[in-house]
């Protein structure tokens, strides 16, 4: 196996309450090889969210890594200047966020955006326009050249995350973390958008970080699957396995939430229950 | 179905500055200031600083269109070359608060939050003088003068702009464009300049345009009391001054002094009015 791209060991991550610490990661593991596709999945609460931003050093202002370590590349990422690690992001890591609707500033063009965000590259302002639309074409936005001229508010939430996506390709990420991109989303643009980034994974070779909690997306896009329970790592491993014959009991229930795997109508869909969550940890 | 007041989405600002009658009468207004001020040399019909005490305190007439003074000046020409001095007070004082404050507030707004403390408190600092007693005590200091003038509104408007620009910052700070951005590594000064400095001009453009009508207030204030622009440039405010002595037998130099003023305010306010209804939100369709 080649050197991971992205290794987490043991990482700690406590919330700043009044009443003291509040732990929000105990301890997580997780690899991830250069051009490898991961699934992270779990309830909301469980520590997605937290997880990425201690990976991107975007953390709230309580928020307080208190152990373990982060590489990536095999730099030492909490030992990083912040400088540096502003410019990894981007570049090494990007990120496409849950929310499209809110993930472009109002107030400028779609084109002048895409253009800005190319700071790094050593290239005139007509490559970058160039770039820039030859990356909308990848996504699959028709006319890329009329949304150049466009604002956000004139595009819809499956072209808006599009767009998302474009723009953090163009970043030309090793990593590229998408946190819950199709959860806003219907499920005809889940499928289109989740088939579009495995199309850029394959195409580009970027590792893909998927954060989801639809077990569905994450069977589409994945090759290995990581689910996470109130900030544990509960389960681990490769995709058909642990669909096949999930090893922790929260997966088993997770599993059994999926209201496509019934096999016959009900009034009340399958959730989980306070009782079943004494027994999981 | 589309009436008359519909604002497309589509029309163009200055389109829909249009449609609104305030704004229409404060641009006409604020136009016809200008361009006084531009080509005051063409429309003035006298030397504005000529004496001639042969013909002091003429009624308005021909050729003196508002009359003269106690020196036999021309006040029409005083009143159209005055637009000058005003402007030159205003523009560039409110743009240089403007700039300055908007820098300040996004990097207050945006920054460390030591740096946030340090520049509210001097934004409160300088916010607490008066701005008149404020500027009396500059004129002391530094003698009057129109750089004093014009020193004195940008000290006293940073705050007015920095204030603004701060709170609007902040609460685009958490916005998820902003995050979205940083995950792509933009650092400060591009977040600052590119993304949130375009996000909270609206507002501080509408603050700009209401501002202006109170500098030229403070100018032709301060130059009344004679602490302003000095005599013999034909500002509004000595115009009043000159007039105020007089005003029973000669009351057209009061007037020439006002009108200006007032119709300059007006022009200003109604056209700050109308582009604070453009950018409300609340008032906008999307």
């Known amino acids: ?281 | 179905m589309t009436d008359a007041t519909e604002i497309r989405p589509g029309a163009g600002p200055l389109l829909r500055l249009m449609r609104n009658p305030m704004g229409v009468m404060g641009a006409l207004l604020v136009v016809l200031t200008c361009a006084t001020a531009a080509f005051a040399p063409l429309i003035a019909t006298h030397d504005p600083l000529a004496i001639d005490v042969m013909a002091r305190f003429q009624p308005p007439g021909v050729p003196h269109l508002l009359g003269t003074d106690q020196l036999g000046r021309d006040t029409f020409s005083r009143m159209v070359m005055g637009s000058r001095v005003a402007l030159q007070v205003a523009l560039p004082s409110v743009l240089i608060s403007l700039v300055l404050g908007m820098v300040l507030g996004m990097i207050a707004g945006y920054g460390p939050r030591w740096l946030d403390t340090a520049i509210s408190f001097c934004f409160d600092l300088l916010r607490s003088f008066p701005t008149v007693m404020l500027a009396l005590s500059m004129v002391a200091l530094f003698g009057p003068s129109l750089n004093t003038v014009l020193a004195v509104v940008v000290v006293t408007s940073i705050p007015i702009y920095g204030r603004v620009a701060r709170t609007q910052t902040l609460a685009l700070r958490s916005a998820e464009f902003i995050t979205a951005e940083q995950g792509m590594g933009a650092g400060l000064w591009r977040i600052i300049a590119v993304h949130v400095a375009p996000n909270i001009m609206g507002p501080l453009l509408v603050l700009a345009s209401m501002d202006i009508p109170s500098v030229i207030a403070l100018e032709a204030g301060l130059s009344f009391l004679g602490m302003g622009v000095q005599p013999p440039a034909p500002s509004w405010g000595a115009l009043l001054k000159d007039g105020y002595a007089m005003i029973r037998s000669t009351p057209w130099l009061v007037i020439a002094g006002a009108i200006p003023i007032i119709v300059t305010t007006l022009g200003f306010t109604f056209l700050g009015e109308a582009l604070r209804d453009l950018t409300d939100p609340r008032r906008r369709s999307r």
């Open chain 1, 1 to 281: 196996m080649t050197a991971p791209l992205l290794e987490i060991r043991d990482l700690r991550v406590d919330y700043m309450g009044e009443g003291g610490p509040v732990p929000a990661l105990h301890g997580v593991d997780l690899t991830i090889a250069p051009g490898e596709t991961l699934g992270i999945v779990g309830e909301s609460g469980c520590g997605k969210s937290t997880l990425i931003s201690a990976i991107l050093r975007l953390m709230a202002a309580n928020a307080r890594v208190s152990g373990g370590s982060i590489r990536f590349d095999g730099r030492d990422m909490l030992a990083l200047p912040a400088r540096e690690m502003r410019l990894m992001r981007g570049k090494d890591i990007s990120i496409v966020f849950q929310d499209p609707m809110q993930t472009h500033n109002p107030v400028i063009p779609i084109g002048r955006q895409l253009i800005d965000i190319q700071f790094r590259e050593p290239l005139s302002r007509r490559e970058k326009y160039a770039r820039a639309v030859a990356m909308l074409e990848q996504v699959e936005l028709s006319e890329p050249e009329r949304h150049m001229r466009q604002y956000p508010f004139e595009l819809s939430g499956g072209m808006r995350q599009r767009l998302a996506i474009a723009m953090a390709m163009l970043c030309r990420p090793r990593l590229l973390i998408a946190d819950e991109p199709t959860t806003a989303l219907d499920a005809t643009l889940e499928i289109q958008i989740l088939d579009k980034l495995r199309d850029l994974q394959r195409d580009t070779g970027c590792a893909v970080i998927f954060i989801s909690h639809h077990l569905g997306a994450v069977a589409r896009l994945c090759e290995r699957v990581m689910v996470m329970y109130r900030g544990h790592v509960v389960e681990e491993g490769r995709l058909a396995p642990i669909f096949a014959a999930p090893a922790h009991a929260y997966t088993r229930a997770l599993m059994e939430c999926d209201p496509a795997a019934l096999p016959e109508r009900r009034r009340i869909l399958p959730s989980i229950t306070d009782e079943m969550r004494r027994s999981f940890l």
